[in-house]
């Protein structure tokens, strides 16, 4: 297998988390609704939830302090939204099985990888240990821990130094368009996994190296390996 796969040991992978690693979006929906009914707005829906999704946690509540006059602290909200998501999390988060399988082979082969996510770094652990993946995912980076979040490229490029990995070098795997604007703001390689079918066609995915337009339904791990290799 090593053999096989030395062509990947130039090749660094950062990971997206939330649609990408682990379908994690409904955890956060509902901590989001139940946060925002808390506050006397009861009309928060799916569809409203996914105009925020590949933005970070804060950025999110910032936005949401605007739309909804939420006059508490940013902090404290982040604090109420970080608390009613890990109980979610905790109880139930599904990996995608094809990306585990994906994780898998590349940490066989020795492949430096890393996690880069607008999730606080709670959520990241918590996530990472409550499915597994921190058997073979060691190294990650919140967005809380740089200056500016997705699709600003500081999430990747930290991740890249914690590797010590040249960008070039790198490949981003996004579910979301903010996430694959970084990560070519990064100078670094994506392959674009649309959460959302109906962004299929965004020039942020269009920009991508590789496009799955199915998203997960199409994501193969031995197809993307090989993708790696050519």
């Not at 379908?23 to 925002?36: C, I, K, Q, V």
């Not at 009914?37 to 910032?62: C, M, N, P």
């Not at 997705?150 to 991740?159: E, G, I, R, S, Y």
Request: proline share 5%; aromatic share 8%.
């Amino acid at each position: 297998m090593l053999g096989r796969m030395s062509a990947l040991n130039d090749t660094s992978v950062i990971f997206d988390l939330d649609g990408t690693l682990v379908d994690s979006e409904p955890n956060y929906y509902e901590a989001g609704r139940g946060l925002l009914a808390a506050r006397g707005v009861t009309d928060f829906t799916w569809k409203d939830h996914q105009a925020y999704v590949g933005i970070s946690t804060r950025e999110t509540l910032a936005r949401w302090q605007e739309r909804y006059g939420l006059a508490e602290p940013l902090a404290d909200l982040l604090a109420e939204k970080n608390r009613r998501y890990l109980e979610l999390a905790r109880a139930s988060t599904r990996v995608y099985p094809q990306m585990a399988r994906f994780v898998e082979l590349l940490h066989g082969a020795g492949v430096p990888m890393a996690v880069a996510s607008g999730s606080s770094r709670a959520a990241i652990e918590a996530i990472l240990a409550g499915t597994g993946l921190d058997a073979w995912l060691t190294t990650y980076v919140s967005a809380d821990e740089v200056d500016r979040g997705k699709p600003a490229p500081d999430v990747f490029l930290a991740a890249a130094e914690r590797l010590g990995a040249v960008p070039a070098r790198c490949v981003v795997l996004e579910d979301a368009v903010p996430g694959a604007r970084a990560a070519k703001a990064a100078g670094m390689r994506c392959v674009a996994i649309p959460y959302l079918p109906e962004q299929a066609d965004d020039p942020a995915f269009a920009a991508a190296d590789l496009l799955l337009r199915g998203g997960q339904a199409e994501f193969s791990a031995r197809t993307v390996l090989d993708w790696l290799r050519s």
